[in-house]
């Protein structure tokens, strides 16, 4: 080839670079043009943009995918700290009420006419200053024991039921002024216990009775 071809054909190669359409291609496409043609060479093949190497065939490369776009991911939930539970309330119980025992024992007795079981007058209001007493002291009492004594004159058998019955004259008059009968325990000694000597009369007299005992407690709440 001699310098006039050489000469003609670098002209022809710099007049193609002009006037062809520019081209472009990313690291290992093929060069295409700005009208998405491919760019041969000489003999035809497509011109690859690594170093220019060259491939069989020819055509628009295959469109590259667009990429995705990954989204950010959602941030973690912040959760607030739950509350500390609330203490339950101290429920104290009430204070117990302060009880006050007052313990009652009262003791008294009725007199007698010889072999009578029958309350004199004066025996009437012996009992009934002892049951106003009883109740104002606001017992109510859990026991009342009344016992029938008699003097020694007479049999042994006689006076034991002439005390049972005294005592039971007695317990019904207390009945009467408001002192429970269901409480009452009645009984007699007859001449068993004698509470003076029966060699005299006012010795006998002084044993023809019924003595009283009278237990109970009152609850007072301060």
Known sequence: MNIKTLTTLSATFLLSAILAPSVSAHNGDYLTD???NAVK???GKCVKAVLGNMVDGCGTPAPQPEPVAVAAPAPAPVFAPAPPPRPKPIVRPAPAPKVHVLNLNESGGSNFATNSAKLSSKAQHQLTAFANKVKASRVSPSSVTIIGHTDSRGSKAHNQALSVRRAQSVA???????ISHGVMHIGGRGETQPAASNKTKTGRAANRRVSITVKGQRRITR
């Open 172 to 178: 019904s008059f207390l009945s009467s002024k408001g």
């Open 34 to 36: 700005s009208l998405g």
């Open 41 to 43: 060479d000489s003999s």
